[in-house]
């Protein structure tokens, strides 16, 4: 996922540009796909219902026209329920990304075997909202990190070339016994020692008031972790990219960003890229998601931030040649934007140019959308696509065909199907045809 070996937020080919901001969670060596966990495991049967193409509504005033076509999938229609965790990689180790997906009311963590999303379980169990696919181990196999009831865990894939997957059983090995409460996960090197590390945050909301802390996990060996801890402000979300260029990983929290020392046991720099005081007016409280990525192409990695658990507005905010300065440029994709919890960003559309796809959650304002926003560059307007009206929690971008078309994988927070919200896939068609409705 934004994994392992960190790529830096520079100007690339599109298909590796893909969310710089997942640069943490899907090692990016071997057969891992795409960051921000980028590739996930996906569902149990056959895909559910005949497929629609989906269209594009486009705001800004006038009707705009759609520039990619979505193919909607179901990839599990019964579990798990409620579905917070999702990602994506190459599990079985064919070339091609499988998709994953764990419960937070005890269902379990599943993976998803492509092309017919057979679905296999990895651990049983409740997990809390946030996963990361990396090879923790080095052995060419991707990994899975979940925190969950049981603690923080990774777990070690089995899936050897010739092995039935259906039979392979995955062992658990613990990084800490604490879990419960953590709402975010990033895994990267953190210190260059070529050892992937994970780095996690709580959450401040609902009553937990334990969002003030960055915790770092630095692998000493498969089964060995070193722990220390940053504060930082109250809230939610996290990513990570270097954000100066000097080859190590940073740490994105709300309106601030952490320089990485490099160093074990050297102290991370706090850094407000925005005002603290802007940020505060700006969103309703410190519960934002962050990506980074190079929007307008200069070489630096820029931030986009959502607001995840309240109101705020969809911005994104360029980088200065000294990312350690204070005031980056805030340009706004969408105003008024209420409990956008998923956010990514990807060349869907193969221009060069990273867009912003973002998903509201079922706390949301109607409509609950999951949207592109296209990047048209040089400080135009960002033309909304809706992709679908049912909204979805975490979103997950991977190409699942791997033919250069970035799908959309995603559920929305309060799921079961039988309620309207499956585990569901929205395919980039690119080339054809478009009609003219969101899908559901």
Known sequence: MRHGAMATARRRPAAQRSEIASLVHSERKGRAMQPRSLMASAGSRALAGAALVIAALCVAGRAHAAEVAFRHEVVDAQNPTHPHCKAAGDIDGDGLPDLLAASAAGDGLFWYRYPKWTKHLIAPGAFTTDMAVADIDRDGRLDVVIPGRAGLTWFRNP????????????????????????????????????????????????????????????????????????????????????LDADGHPDVVIGGRWYRNPGAAGSAWQ????????????????????????????????????????????????????????????????????????????????????????????????????????????????????????????????????????????????????AAGAPLELWRNLRSEARPSAPAP
């Open 159 to 242: 899936c050897a070339p010739g092995l039935d997957p259906a039979a392979a059983a995955w062992s658990a090995r613990v990084i800490s016994a604490e879990g419960a409460d953590m709402h975010d996960v990033e895994v990267a090197d953190l210190d260059g020692d070529g050892k992937p590390d994970v780095v996690t945050r709580h959450q401040s909301g609902f009553g937990k008031r334990r969002g003030n802390q960055i915790h770092f996990w630095r692998q000493e060996g498969p089964d060995a972790w070193s722990h220390r801890t940053a504060a930082c402000p109250h809230g939610e979300g996290l990513a990570a990219a270097d």
């Open 270 to 417: 706090e850094h407000a890229y925005i005002d603290p005081a802007a940020f505060d007016q700006g969103w309703t409280n410190g519960d934002v998601v962050a990506a980074v990525g190079d929007i307008d192409g200069d070489g630096r990695p820029d931030i986009v931030l959502s607001p995840a658990e309240g109101k705020g507005r969809l911005s994104w905010f360029a980088a200065p040649p000294d990312p350690r300065r204070t005031n980056w440029t805030e340009q706004v994709i969408q105003a008024d934007s209420d409990y956008m919890h998923g956010l990514r960003l990807g060349d869907l559309d193969g221009d060069g140019r990273l867009d912003v796809v973002a998903a509201k959650m079922h706390q949301a304002s109607a409509p609950q959308e999951v949207a592109v926003f296209w990047n048209r560059g040089g400080g135009r307007p960002w033309p909304k696509q809706v992709v679908s009206a049912r909204g979805s929690h975490n979103i997950v971008l991977v190409d699942v065909a791997a033919d250069g078309a970035i799908d959309i994988f995603g559920a929305n927070w309060n799921n079961k199907a």
